[in-house]
Nanobody, 120 residues
Framework: QVQLVESGGGLVQAGGSLRLSCAAS????????MAWYRQAPGKERELVAF???????DYADSVKGRFTISRDNTKNTVYLQMNSLSAEDKAVYYC??????????????WGQGTQVTVSS
């Protein structure tokens, strides 16, 4: 099992920055991809960014150039630096971790979410 605990959300003014953290515990040695998703009210959960264990990253078009995902494998922690925040970024942000299952499957774990609110 893997437990994910997010932190760093809160209220920020438009144009401001926040840094989210997600610490993994439990069986972490073979976690492959870690990612951030977000879900705004009335909308589906969407991928924001992901980072592989080897450091390969990708981003949603809406956050490219503003958000940066990084990962510290020694601390089993993934970060999301969010700059130039706007009202469109307001959402609950969720951390996700994937690791191989017993066979050829992938086991997915989710954090409890952290609220990001952007005021204009």
């Amino acid at each position: 099992q893997v437990q994910l605990v997010e932190s760093g959300g809160g209220l920020v003014q438009a144009g401001g920055s926040l840094r989210l953290s997600c610490a993994a515990s439990g069986i972490t040695f073979n976690i492959n991809v870690m990612a951030w998703y977000r879900q705004a009210p009335g909308k589906e959960r969407e991928l924001v960014a992901f980072v592989s264990r080897g450091g390969i990253t990708d981003y949603a078009d809406s956050v490219k150039g503003r958000f940066t995902i990084s990962r510290d494998n020694t601390k089993n922690t993934v970060y999301l630096q969010m700059n130039s925040l706007s009202a469109e970024d307001k959402a609950v942000y969720y951390c996700r971790a994937d690791r191989p299952g017993a066979l050829t499957d992938t086991v997915i774990y989710w954090g409890q979410g952290t609220q990001v609110t952007v005021s204009s």
